[in-house]
């Protein structure tokens, strides 16, 4: 009898000890998820007295693509701007598939009407939009505040930034080995490459009428294969840093630096509009991350381009390369190329073995000297033959945009 007496005391105690240590490992576990668990209750992520409560659902959303927030993960933050936060995440479900998928989540403030339409906006916009080129929206979480838009997530980052992080690791005669995306290096065939997804990704929007309006290198988001992909058509053209941006008013700052003179002068936004951002794109490439019109400020930016002033050669930069540039900053809009045709110059770059530049600016000298204005006036009086060379090519390369 006592034996009985002490076993069932001894299984009371594993038992409760067992109990008491299956709920201290829940608590712990429910400590590391605190801040990224997206309840209806307060979370750590966000600023003091924010909190994700319920509203209604956003007139205008595209229909079928909300995520319940019980889905929704936030892991780490990975940038920010005037309107919200990007986040790192995990979403649950996403594509009718019973797992959990990392993805980027843009968050928008509450507060900001404008902000909110921007959103709509991109939202409906990026549900229409099917292409490789193209980050890719996979959702949106409406019914409660933040509101989230789910994107694709892409593990390299921006292109502005990849250049800047890898400045010291190009080769100029070190040839890329083959179509081995992922087995990485930064050569003179790689940036042609990055150049050509981008022209891709452009050419779908031109043939879908939609102007991006903000093309430039932190726009474009590399895959972990080092695949460019285009990004932000509406929310996140005003999270920029101000240093390169003329202000128009409180709520709007502009990309003055890759904006083309009719948008600039006449507030005109079209493809050609984009094509000119492509041209500063490409410099942003070939000067490895570089700041466009260094040295320069928003103002004098503008009073230089109406005068008539380009950006000169980059080092390293070929001969073909840069009469691509000053084919896309045409001060005529309907002299500038389609981004169809880019797509065909792009190709060529990208399969053609470069040209050896010849004496070049850096980039970085200062931009107003004599040379400079040099360089700009003789690619000048070649770019009307280039422009007819080029145009020849139109029609050649529509299957490259499928």
């Known amino acids: 009898m006592n034996l009985l007496a002490i076993a069932i005391i001894t299984a009371l105690v594993c038992w409760w000890r067992a109990r008491k240590r299956k709920r201290r490992e829940r608590e712990a576990d429910e400590r590391s998820m605190d801040g990224l668990d997206l309840g209806p209750r307060d979370n750590p992520v966000f600023p003091a007295g924010t909190r994700r409560g319920p509203r209604k659902s956003i007139a205008g959303v595209a229909d079928g693509w909300e995520v319940p927030e019980e889905n929704i993960k ?93 400045h010291d690791d190009f080769h100029d005669d070190v040839p890329c080995p083959g179509d081995h995306r992922s087995q990485f290096c930064l050569t003179p065939k790689r940036l042609a ?18 102007v991006h309006r903000d093309l430039a290198a932190r726009n474009i988001l590399l895959s972990e294969d080092y695949m460019c992909k285009v990004s932000d058509f509406g929310l996140a053209r005003a999270m920029y840093d101000a240093e390169s941006y003329m202000i128009q008013d409180k709520s709007r700052p502009l990309p003055v630096f890759w904006m083309s003179l009719e948008s600039l002068y006449e507030g005109e936004f079209t493809t050609k509009s984009d094509v000119w951002a492509f041209g500063i794109v490409l ?22 381009l109406r005068r008539g002033y380009r950006m000169p050669k980059p080092r390293n930069c070929t001969e073909d390369m840069y009469r691509l540039m000053r084919w896309c900053w045409e001060r005529n809009p309907d002299r ?50 280039d422009t007819s060379r080029r145009e020849s090519n139109i029609g050649r390369f529509d299957v490259l945009l499928e």
Not at 112 to 138: N, T
Not at 193 to 207: I, Q, W
Not at 283 to 304: F, N, S
Not at 355 to 372: C, E, I, N, W, Y
Request: a positive charge; charged letters at 25%; hydrophobic letters at 30%.
């Open 336 to 385: 500038r190329p389609t981004f169809r045709q880019l797509v065909g110059e792009t190709l060529k770059l990208k399969q053609d073995k470069p040209r050896p530049s010849v004496s070049g600016s850096t980039g970085h000298q200062a931009l107003g000297s004599r040379s400079s204005q040099s360089s700009v006036s003789s690619t000048g009086r070649r770019q009307s033959a």
């Open 283 to 304: 410099w942003e490439l070939a000067t490895l991350g570089g700041r466009p019109y260094p040295g320069m400020d928003a103002m004098q930016v503008q009073r230089e």
């Open 193 to 210: 490459s990055f150049a050509y997804d981008t022209a891709r990704g452009m050419g779908y929007l031109e043939s879908q009428k939609i």
């Open 74 to 166: 936030l892991i780490r933050e990975l940038g920010s701007g005037q309107f919200g936060k990007v986040y790192k995440g995990e979403a649950y479900g996403i594509d009718r598939q019973e797992q959990w998928r990392t993805v980027a989540i843009k968050t928008l403030r509450t507060g900001d009407q404008k902000a909110q339409e921007d959103f709509v906006k991109e939202q409906r916009v990026m549900s229409k939009l099917h292409h490789g080129q193209l980050v890719r929206m996979l959702g949106c979480c409406t019914a409660s505040d933040p509101l989230f838009l789910i994107m694709e997530y892409m593990e390299n980052g921006d292109l502005g930034k990849f250049l800047r992080k890898h």
